[in-house]
């Protein structure tokens, strides 16, 4: 008899072990905002990386401290064109057509929200020099976990 108990015992420590740890990962994290002021200068961005969690609010204040600098995001519908004091966002629609339409307004702060998890890299849509090529940054987006 006592050793069916034991081994009823074991059994149940192995399944709390085992649905503990799983159970947390059923309830993300409080989301934050993150409010970064993004500065681009020859052939780079300040900060070049930026590190999340998913569902996380994004607050860019982009500045171009020398050049004419763009920003786009693989992975996001985000881009916009920074000059030295002033930064315009891209809007892209479809129209009754089905042709796809852009225009360009004016802004102090681009906002998103990181709701896909992964490497996501940021690159400089104008030219601006021999460099430009290299003028990259990467936003991570960590998943929203207690475990990770």
């Not at 503990?20 to 993150?34: A, D, N, W």
């Not at 000059?83 to 360009?104: C, H, I, P, S, V």
Request: aromatic share 12%.
């Amino acid at each position: 008899m006592n050793r069916k108990k034991a081994w009823i015992l074991i059994i149940l420590t192995l399944l709390v072990a085992v649905t503990i740890p799983l159970s947390f990962q059923l309830f993300p994290t409080k989301t934050r905002t993150h409010t970064l002021s993004l500065e681009a200068k020859k052939y780079g961005y300040s900060p070049s990386r930026i590190i999340v969690n998913k569902g996380d609010k994004i607050v860019l204040k982009p500045t171009s401290l020398d050049a004419t600098h763009g920003f786009l995001l693989d992975g996001y519908p985000v881009e916009f064109i920074m000059r030295k004091g002033a930064t315009f966002l891209k809007y892209t629609w479809e129209d009754e057509d089905g042709k796809l339409q852009a225009d360009w307004d004016r802004v102090s702060e681009v906002e998103f929200v990181a709701d896909k998890a992964g490497k996501f890299t940021f690159r400089c849509t104008q030219t601006c020099g021999n460099l430009h090529p290299f003028m990259t940054g990467e936003l991570i987006v960590r998943p929203n976990n207690p475990y990770y």
